[in-house]
């Protein structure tokens, strides 16, 4: 199974801050990768996809980019309400992974 | 409105069953594919399983293989996860997940989630 690192695991930031986070497949998976953001209790929401393409109602302070085994998701000046973890996700085989998840936090 | 709701979940000792359910509605549900997704208490998401529309193609993690089955009922418009020999670590929230077959082909659509305790 390809496996997908993700850092930092946990960062903090403030309202305003840009804001990036890495993703690395270990081998190479095309432009096969999704984000997902995650707050508390709630499900997953699809941010991005084949790595670089915004899912339709996602704010455009949300970009995704890279191919092959790295990623980057940066979200351009974070708002009050993209605290939360994000997971990337490998798309381009079975068995699916996930990324082990990076929390972005309030500073 | 795609709608995806879970129902199964429960407490269960280790070694025993469990089946889940989603019932879907707000789609064509015989057109699209179908995961299983997880996710243990404080911990990241883990895909489990996926079905094609007519259940031709079934993947599944190696975390599971040989213990989970899925399957669907197109007819009821529902999706199935079979859980044999349960451990504790498949303690977590289970998610049915919709995939984007006609867009993007990712998953995109998720239920809210039935919460499975594995504990003697």
């Known amino acids: 199974a390809i496996q997908m690192t993700q850092s930092p695991s946990s960062l903090s930031a403030s309202v305003g801050d840009r804001v990036t986070i890495t993703c690395r497949a270990s081998q190479g998976i095309r432009n096969d990768l999704g984000w997902y953001q995650q707050k508390p209790g709630k499900a997953p929401k699809l941010l991005i996809y084949?790595?670089?393409s915004l899912q339709s109602g996602v704010p455009s302070r949300f970009s995704g980019s890279g191919s092959g085994t790295d990623f980057t998701l940066t979200v351009s000046s974070l708002h009050p309400e993209d605290f939360a973890t994000y997971y990337c996700l490998q798309n381009y085989n079975y068995p699916r992974t996930f990324g082990q998840g990076t929390k972005v936090e309030i500073k | 409105e795609v709608q995806l709701v879970e129902s199964g979940g429960g407490l269960v000792k280790p070694g025993g069953s469990l089946r889940l359910s989603c019932a879907a509605s707000?789609?064509?549900?015989?057109?699209?594919?179908m995961n299983w997704v997880r996710q243990a208490p404080g911990k990241g998401l883990e895909w489990l399983s996926s079905i094609s529309s007519s259940s031709t193609y079934i993947y599944y993690a190696d975390s599971v293989k040989g213990r989970f089955t899925i399957s669907r009922d197109n007819a009821k418009k529902s999706l199935y996860l079979q859980m044999n020999s349960l451990r504790v670590e498949d303690t977590a929230v289970y998610y049915c997940?919709?995939?984007?077959?006609?867009?993007?082909?990712?998953?995109?659509?998720w239920g809210q989630g039935t919460l499975v305790t594995v504990s003697s």
């Open positions: 997940v919709r995939v984007d077959d006609f867009w993007s082909n990712y998953p995109l659509y």
């Open positions: 084949s790595a670089s």
């Open positions: 707000g789609f064509t549900f015989n057109s699209s594919t």
